[in-house]
C-alpha cells in the first residue's frame, strides 16, 4: 500500500508563490501518471497537472503557464510550484499517483489526504 503526504500548502497573498510536496511512502515507478488535483468547496475535484509515463507533462488551462510540476525519483517526492496564484484557485491541493490518465481523479489509485491553499 502506497501512504502519500502532502505539504506546503498555506495562505498566501494573489501573486505570490508555493511549492507544494507529495511524498510517497515507496518507489511508484514511473510507469504511471502521477498529478496534483485540487478541490474547492461545493465544487468536484479537477486535475490540475501531471507527468505522463514518458516524462511529458500535462496541465489543465488554469494552471499552464503558472504552475510546474515536477519529480525527484530519487526522494520518492513530486513538486508543484505555483506561480502567480490567483484567489480562484483556492483549495485542496492532492497529490495522486498510480494513475492510467492525465487530469482525469477516476483513474488514479493512490491519493494523499491533501493540503489547504487559501488565495486571497
Known amino acids: 500500500h502506497v501512504q502519500l503526504v502532502e505539504s506546503g500548502g498555506g495562505s498566501v497573498q494573489a501573486g505570490e508563490s508555493l511549492r507544494l510536496s507529495c511524498s510517497a511512502s515507496t518507489y511508484t515507478g514511473s510507469r504511471d501518471y502521477m498529478g496534483w488535483f485540487r478541490q474547492a468547496p461545493g465544487k468536484e475535484r479537477e486535475g490540475i497537472a501531471c507527468?505522463?509515463?514518458?516524462?511529458?507533462?500535462g496541465y489543465a488551462r488554469s494552471a499552464e503557464g503558472r504552475f510546474t510540476i515536477s519529480r525527484d525519483n530519487a526522494r520518492n517526492t513530486l513538486y508543484l510550484q505555483m506561480d502567480g496564484l490567483k484567489p480562484e484557485d483556492t483549495g485542496t491541493y492532492y497529490c495522486?499517483?498510480?494513475?492510467?490518465?492525465?487530469?482525469?481523479?477516476?483513474?488514479?489509485?493512490?491519493w494523499g489526504r491533501g493540503t489547504q491553499v487559501t488565495v486571497s
Open positions: 507527468i505522463k509515463p514518458r516524462g511529458n507533462l
Open positions: 495522486a499517483r498510480g494513475g492510467s490518465g492525465c487530469l482525469v481523479a477516476s483513474l488514479y489509485r493512490y
